[in-house]
């Protein structure tokens, strides 16, 4: 990446880091502290844990149409201020009600698909991607240092403190996006991230993709349905502190991440998503058996809990691929928006029904509601097609070559190893998927704008 793509790249995974921090610090203490609020119950909390993705799932791919004709910056700024208002609301509050109001708030402020179609402005297309993976590892390493910081905070200064740190995060993020993160010259929509309306029918309707959907939905339904009892487990089986719950948080991520990157590799290297995410999904159908079954003694504890993220981690990796893989070329970036969406109706969804379950049926309760809901993504995992090994691909034409579209797609078409191909003349690029098996680059380059 040249230094302008550097520096976005770095700012904008800072931008990510800091809001994407504020959410987090709350997952593992919430359960903890919310119960000395006023008029809170268990479904209460755990509204109050997951309601903030009911909020994202609605605004950000309408936020991230309105960003493409003002602008990317207005919208993020936005985003952040309001994301700053709803931490302050819930930092000067003891009233269950209010802070689940303040958490909806924060999910109001969305600049998750804005930031991405910013970083796709500001990068060339042959490396779009690598920023793209860059900003991801941000949001991962933010969510290992949440489980850190959010325990030790709030044994400090308790649940206020972490949403006063969350405000101030905000406005760092405001900085970072005002004095720091590049101002693109032209503003476009990109097919690779941004979403396309005349695409969202097709991907709504189509039967994989919608199992994709699915998928991310029930993880991120058991992720936050998990974290509205694991605290309390800690808590009051284990005697741990708050402030110590990153004892088990820490280690345990890392170890996870360690288990999973073989997964990863060999699920892309030799071409076994399929049967890889098999067993992750079995991984966390386990975990929710030992977690329903076990006295919540440390060592079944922490390995339950190290096969669930064992599991997650590699889901997490591994479904945005997959999504890339089932879905048509031109439409990848409304394919990517609508899994995301999933992705926090999934939170949302995890963190009412958790609660409510909780309340009705106490813990064992909660992990007897992860096996169903683990069991269901296991029959849509097996489902799901094989998918096929090719890669994105963008490339910049030229000029002459977007005289007539159709033409040149079919031209395209027929290079070997050439699979898919779709041109976007508004943009001067051809979105096209190869195998690399048997393309050659050298057959391509003479359609290219150098």
Known sequence: ?????????????????????????????????????????????GLCVGIYGLTQALLQIPLGMISDKIGRKPVIIGGLIVFAIGSVLAALTDNIYVIIAARAIQGSGAIAATSMALAADLSREDHRAKMMAFIGMSIGASFAIA???????????????????????????????????????????HRDVGIMKSYVKPVLTQSTLLRMNLS?????????ANFAVLPLIFRD???????????????????????SLPMIIIAEKFRKSKICFIIAVLLIVLSQVLLANIS???????????????????????????????????????????????????????????GLVL??????????????VALLFLFVAISLPKPDYFKSKLVKLNDEFLLDVEATTKQLLNITGIKQAAIAADEGVAYI?????????THLDSYLKI
């Open 1 to 45: 990446m040249n230094q302008l793509e550097t520096r976005t790249a770095l700012s904008l995974a800072a931008v990510f880091a800091a809001r994407m921090l504020g959410l987090f610090m709350i997952l593992p203490i919430l359960p903890l502290l919310a119960k000395d609020l006023n008029h809170s119950t268990p479904f209460l909390i």
């Open 216 to 224: 991310v939905f029930s993880l991120h339904l058991l992720m936050t």
């Open 359 to 372: 309340q009705s049926f106490g813990i064992q309760g909660v992990f007897i509601f992860g096996i169903c």
């Open 433 to 441: 998927k190869i195998d690399k098996l048997e393309f050659d680059q």
């Open 296 to 354: 919540f003694t440390l060592f079944p504890l922490v390995f339950a809990f190290l096969l669930f993220f064992i599991g997650f981690n590699f889901l997490e990796a591994m479904q945005p691929s997959l999504v890339a893989k089932y879905s048509d070329v031109s439409a990848k970036g409304t394919a990517m928006g609508v899994y995301s969406t999933s992705q926090f109706l999934g939170i949302f969804v995890g963190g009412a029904l958790g």
């Open 147 to 189: 489980m850190v910081l959010g325990p030790v905070i709030s044994q400090w200064g308790g649940l206020s403190a972490v949403f006063w740190v969350t405000a101030v995060l905000a406005i760092i993020g405001i900085l970072l996006v005002t004095f720091v993160v590049p101002t693109p010259k032209l503003t476009k929509t």
């Open 237 to 259: 089986s284990l005697e741990m502190a708050t402030a110590d719950h990153w004892l088990i948080y820490l280690p345990v991520l890392f170890c996870s991440i360690i288990f």
